[in-house]
């Protein structure tokens, strides 16, 4: 199927992908982004810090479902807009799940433009990101 704005409607839900940032994948990320909260790569701190493991830094999830829009578009639209709320922490090495739904499409400006939200939800189905998306069409 292509995306494109004739074929989206709202309440159209968008085929769900998975990631999984495993420790080698964090360390890449915290190295190429000059993050370096020991949370993410010392046992002990993420212990201390009542963490259920290593955590994955927020701004890799943010990166997840950038991603996966671009993925999902083929490149038959831009992200005009990603904003992003953390619920809670995920832990290294777990499967990740990106999904979203369509909210609205409309005309503005001159723009075809198309509204969603998105979601990462970790292994036990608990919704860790809520996040939001426009996206432009010609």
């Not at 968008?14 to 020991?38: E, H, N």
């Not at 433009?113 to 979601?119: N, S």
């Amino acid at each position: 199927m292509t995306v494109n704005f004739e074929s989206l409607h709202e309440g159209d839900a968008i085929p769900p992908a998975t990631r999984t940032p495993t420790r080698l994948r964090v360390l890449q990320f915290l190295g190429a982004s000059w993050m370096w909260g020991s949370q993410f790569y010392d046992p002990a701190t993420a212990e201390r810090m009542g963490l259920a493991g290593l955590v994955v830094p927020g701004p890799m999830k943010h990166a997840f479902l950038q991603q996966y829009l671009s993925s999902w578009l083929g490149g038959s639209g831009a992200i005009r807009r990603l904003q992003v709320a953390h619920r809670r922490p995920d832990v290294q090495d777990a499967e990740l799940t990106l999904s979203g739904v369509v909210t609205r499409t409309y005309e503005a400006d001159g723009e075809r433009l198309v509204d969603m939200e998105l979601y990462i939800d970790n292994p036990n189905g608990d919704r860790s990101l809520r996040g939001s998306a426009t996206i432009a069409f010609d």
